[in-house]
């Protein structure tokens, strides 16, 4: 992924505030850059006149996915962009609100050169629901990148695509995971502000005979997944609302990756539910939703079930919402993505959402 220098992370550090050490440089595999470019100025006029910003219409897919290959040197199938940006917008309706608008760039020759998407989501803050919206698969064609403040198409792109959002949904909550290189040139934009580099953990058993927990193969359709939505949301200070509705899109209908639901169950009652994902070199517990006090029990009853039908020795790999790391009392290690708010005409400071959000995995559209 990304990379980025000691020297320009400094300045991140701080921004990232939450006085444990930020140090990027440990996951930079590409060393020789040293510090963000002071970039020439390629043209008088900026990039503004040079580019027309609009949302994203249905009929643009085909030349999305086509720049999507051009930069990330990946195919996504006609079938994943509708199911990643037409039934994410169809939940967030379902709920109430608006879809918050993807933004295309054109160049003068009506060349669509770059785009930032949007997934709108059903959400929740301090007992009340609210909009929260991802910002995901941001990308400028290499012919159109570089330059500073308005001669650079990036910066303008995500100031308009935020204030948008704003317009339409001025309640949300706008965050996004950009590797560490694109976090600092959105932070050096003004859109970006570090919440937190997300750590990853790993969970293993063994089995314990005192432990009351089981974990078991859950159907995506069981009713009771909303009620323990409903019975432990006020454990959720901010974050999308984790019911059925949510798990149904976000991992049973996805046409990328596979997954498997698993129930925990204290003494046969069902208190909690775990999501593993099973493609990829190694399975992860991409997805938590169980009482924070029974934390320790339950997710090592759901390691110990994970272990074994994965024929895994090695444990699971998670990024625990911070209180269950406290709780579970396990270390996490620094992963190259940084869990960024979106500062641009923004509702919630970082400040604020740093000390509430909870996210794991699944709230990241690659994994
Ligand atoms: C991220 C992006 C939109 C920024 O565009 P931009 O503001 O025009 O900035 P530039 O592309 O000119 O990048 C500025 C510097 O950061 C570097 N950089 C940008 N993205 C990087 C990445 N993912 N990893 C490592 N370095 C990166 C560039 O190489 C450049 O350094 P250089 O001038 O020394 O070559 C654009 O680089 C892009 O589309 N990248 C590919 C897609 C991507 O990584 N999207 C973010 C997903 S998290």
């Not at 050490?21 to 060393?31: A, K």
């Not at 909303?226 to 432990?232: G, I, S, T, V």
Request: aromatic letters at 8%.
């Amino acid at each position: 992924m990304a990379n980025a220098s000691p020297a320009s992370l400094k300045d991140s550090i701080g921004a990232c505030g939450s006085g444990r050490s930020r140090d990027f440089s440990r996951h930079d595999s590409t060393r020789q850059k040293k510090r963000l470019p002071e970039i020439e100025l390629p043209l008088d006029n900026s990039a503004m006149d040079r580019y027309r910003l609009r949302a994203a219409e249905p009929n643009d897919e085909h030349r999305l996915r086509e720049l999507f290959a051009t930069v990330f040197g990946e195919s996504r199938t006609a079938e994943e962009w509708r199911w990643k940006y037409g039934a994410s917008c169809a939940l967030a309706t379902g709920a109430g609100y608006h879809c918050a608008e993807s933004v295309v760039a054109l160049d003068d020759s009506e060349q669509l050169v770059a785009h930032a998407g949007v997934l709108p989501l059903p959400g929740w803050r301090e007992g009340a629901p609210i909009p929260i919206v991802q910002v995901c698969d941001v990308m400028v064609h290499p012919e159109h990148r570089g330059g500073l403040g308005r001669h650079n198409l990036f910066t303008l792109m995500l100031r308009d695509l935020l204030a948008r959002i704003a317009e339409r949904l001025p309640t949300a909550f706008r965050y996004g995971f950009p590797g560490q290189r694109p976090y600092l040139i959105g932070e050096r934009s003004g859109v970006y502000e570090c919440l937190e580099i997300a750590l990853e953990s790993r969970l293993s058993g063994p089995r314990r005979w005192n432990n009351l927990w089981r974990a078991a193969p859950l159907d995506w359709n069981d009713a009771r997944i909303d009620a323990l939505w409903e019975r432990l949301n006020a454990q959720c200070r901010l974050g999308l609302i984790r019911d059925r509705a949510y798990l149904h899109w976000r991992y049973a209908d996805n046409p990328s990756h596979r997954y498997r639901l698993y129930g925990l169950s204290r003494l046969g009652r069902l208190a909690g539910w775990g999501v593993c994902a099973e493609t990829g070199s190694e399975p992860s517990l991409v997805d938590l939703w169980l009482p924070l006090e029974s934390a320790r029990h339950a997710l090592a009853a759901l390691a110990v079930r994970l272990e074994s039908d994965l024929s895994r020795t090695t444990g699971i790999r998670v990024w625990l919402p911070t209180a269950y790391r406290a709780a579970l009392g396990v270390p996490g290690t620094e992963t190259p993505v940084v869990v960024a708010n979106m500062r641009w005409e923004t509702a919630i400071s970082a400040e604020i959402a740093r000390n509430l959000l909870y996210y794991t995995m699944g709230d990241v559209d690659i994994f």
